[in-house]
């Protein structure tokens, strides 16, 4: 890893990507340490929910100009991937190819500045009693203020993508999380302080999130090959073809976007609580917290974000890999699965693979997610990361040094082909 981030450093092309990433970071953390004008932040200290796991993706504080983050358009992206597969027409778009895919990038993008104007206008209300002359000409330069921070964090999202070392909203939640880690290492100290089985707590949680860091590894890198053979044909005067290859397929197909968007979804009820109020939905919202335990013992938030982890997994996976499509490409370029006949059978053996592998996957995700949890209710200490952070800040990792690898590898072949 650290040769290829030395090795990239010295290729001027990659190294210029690499400083724009780093700076665009920068620029959206500092963001998060700006109060939107008229507001005393130091008023807020007792109602800054910068504990939660929502909050570590989000990565904003409130009442600073990105106080939503990245949030409103991780929704927003959910909402457009519930609604594609509920309305013909977007779905007809979203087959359109590149045309397709920008416009349902721009419906994702109103969507996410909707959201972003409720889920402000919530916050505003949630910190009225902070600004020093409230009013409503400031609540609404304040609105305005998170709502436009929100905008441009999207766009510098998109902006990051554009460079060409992976998806830039997952790098804002990986820059998100890293930041807010040693205040849950500081959490984790203030606890132990005080009593040596505090200190015996602490070791224990550090052995167990070193074993997760290590399965989380394994389940990055997990893959089910199956097997293709190509028939021989005659180009001209020669044969060609015959050759043995696989189709590789992740254990991780959905990635961590089945735990953001559930994560994402249990946050709903408690958006609307703040510019609401409403008791029936501060009764729901502290309900669905994950580590809430409500008499008798049972974790209502926790069973639910399990089955949420389950049900996204299952629908991120049915976007990300095409099994029809999968196999229409194999039949058109001559290749076949020893044993199985070309066509429908092929993708129902492929998407039977797949099916059983994305079952894999979310119970996989699910025990890394509910680490944190269970270490919580056993130990009593809230660390803010656990394994589902980890699964963040790992995968966004690897896929950087992969893209890394590949444009060095690129790099290469042109020098040798010039």
Same mark, same amino acid.
């Given at each position: 890893m650290f040769n290829t981030l030395r090795n990239a450093f010295t290729v001027k092309e990659i190294r210029t990507k690499i400083i724009y990433m780093l700076l665009v970071l920068v620029v959206i953390r500092v963001g998060t340490f700006l109060p939107i004008p008229g507001l005393d932040i130091s008023r807020l200290a007792s109602s800054d929910a910068t504990g939660t796991l929502y909050q570590l993706i989000t990565g904003g504080n409130y009442g600073t100009i990105f106080a939503m983050g990245i949030g409103p358009y991780i929704n927003a992206s959910i909402i457009m991937q519930l609604l594609t597969v509920a309305i013909p027409k977007?779905?007809?778009?979203?087959?359109?190819?590149?045309?397709?895919?920008?416009?349902?990038? @721009?419906?994702?993008?109103? $969507?996410?500045?909707?959201?972003?104007?409720?889920?402000?206008?919530?916050?505003?209300?949630?910190?009225?009693?902070? *600004?020093?002359?409230?009013?409503w000409l400031v609540y609404i330069?304040? =609105?305005?203020?998170?709502?436009?921070?929100?905008?441009?964090?999207?766009?510098?999202? %998109?902006? =990051?993508? %554009?460079?060409?070392?992976?998806?830039?909203? &997952?790098?804002?939640?990986? $820059?998100?999380?890293?930041?807010?880690?040693?205040?849950?290492?500081?959490?984790?100290?203030?606890?132990?302080?005080?009593?040596?089985?505090?200190? +015996?707590?602490?070791? =224990?949680?550090?052995a167990i999130l070193v074993i997760v860091m290590a399965f989380v590894i394994i389940i990055q890198d997990g893959e089910r090959r199956?097997?293709?053979?190509?028939?021989?044909? @005659?180009?001209?005067?020669?044969?060609?073809?015959?050759?043995? &290859?696989?189709?590789?397929?992740?254990v991780n197909i959905a990635g961590v976007m089945s735990i953001i968007f559930a994560i994402s979804l249990l946050q709903f009820p408690m958006t609307i609580n @703040?510019? *609401?109020?409403?008791?029936?939905?501060?009764?729901?919202?502290?309900?669905?917290?994950?580590?809430?335990?409500?008499?008798? *013992?049972?974790?209502?938030? $926790?069973?639910?974000?399990?089955?949420?982890?389950?049900?996204?997994? !299952?629908?991120?996976?049915? !976007?990300? !890999?095409?099994?029809?499509?999968?196999?229409?490409?194999?039949?058109? &370029?001559?290749? !076949?699965?020893?044993?199985?006949?070309p066509g429908k059978p092929t993708s129902d053996y492929i998407q039977n693979i797949v099916n059983r592998i994305s079952l894999i996957g979310a119970i996989c995700y699910s025990l890394i997610a509910?680490?944190?949890?269970?270490?919580?209710? +056993?130990?009593?200490?809230?660390?803010?990361?656990?394994g589902t952070t980890m699964l963040i800040v790992s995968g966004v990792a690897l896929e950087l040094i992969k893209q890394l690898e590949s444009q060095l590898l690129m790099r290469h072949y042109k020098g040798f082909l010039n």
């Amino acid at each position: 890893m650290f040769n290829t981030l030395r090795n990239a450093f010295t290729v001027k092309e990659i190294r210029t990507k690499i400083i724009y990433m780093l700076l665009v970071l920068v620029v959206i953390r500092v963001g998060t340490f700006l109060p939107i004008p008229g507001l005393d932040i130091s008023r807020l200290a007792s109602s800054d929910a910068t504990g939660t796991l929502y909050q570590l993706i989000t990565g904003g504080n409130y009442g600073t100009i990105f106080a939503m983050g990245i949030g409103p358009y991780i929704n927003a992206s959910i909402i457009m991937q519930l609604l594609t597969v509920a309305i013909p027409k977007l779905e007809q778009i979203q087959k359109d190819g590149e045309d397709g895919r920008k416009k349902i990038s @721009q419906y994702t993008r109103i $969507a996410a500045l909707i959201l972003a104007v409720l889920q402000g206008a919530g916050q505003i209300y949630t910190v009225h009693n902070a *600004f020093t002359n409230p009013n409503w000409l400031v609540y609404i330069i304040g =609105l305005l203020t998170m709502v436009t921070g929100t905008i441009l964090v999207m766009w510098l999202g %998109e902006k =990051l993508t %554009e460079v060409g070392i992976g998806n830039g909203a &997952s790098f804002i939640i990986f $820059a998100n999380i890293v930041d807010k880690l040693d205040n849950g290492a500081a959490r984790l100290y203030l606890s132990a302080q005080g009593s040596a089985m505090g200190w +015996v707590k602490v070791v =224990l949680i550090l052995a167990i999130l070193v074993i997760v860091m290590a399965f989380v590894i394994i389940i990055q890198d997990g893959e089910r090959r199956i097997p293709v053979q190509y028939s021989k044909k @005659q180009v001209g005067n020669r044969m060609v073809g015959g050759q043995s &290859s696989y189709i590789p397929v992740k254990v991780n197909i959905a990635g961590v976007m089945s735990i953001i968007f559930a994560i994402s979804l249990l946050q709903f009820p408690m958006t609307i609580n @703040q510019l *609401f109020n409403n008791d029936t939905l501060t009764w729901l919202s502290a309900r669905l917290e994950l580590t809430y335990l409500v008499k008798g *013992f049972i974790p209502v938030g $926790a069973i639910l974000y399990v089955i949420l982890i389950f049900c996204f997994t !299952f629908f991120y996976t049915s !976007f990300a !890999f095409n099994s029809v499509e999968v196999a229409e490409n194999m039949k058109k &370029s001559g290749g !076949f699965v020893p044993g199985i006949r070309p066509g429908k059978p092929t993708s129902d053996y492929i998407q039977n693979i797949v099916n059983r592998i994305s079952l894999i996957g979310a119970i996989c995700y699910s025990l890394i997610a509910l680490v944190p949890i269970v270490i919580t209710w +056993v130990t009593g200490m809230n660390m803010g990361f656990g394994g589902t952070t980890m699964l963040i800040v790992s995968g966004v990792a690897l896929e950087l040094i992969k893209q890394l690898e590949s444009q060095l590898l690129m790099r290469h072949y042109k020098g040798f082909l010039n």
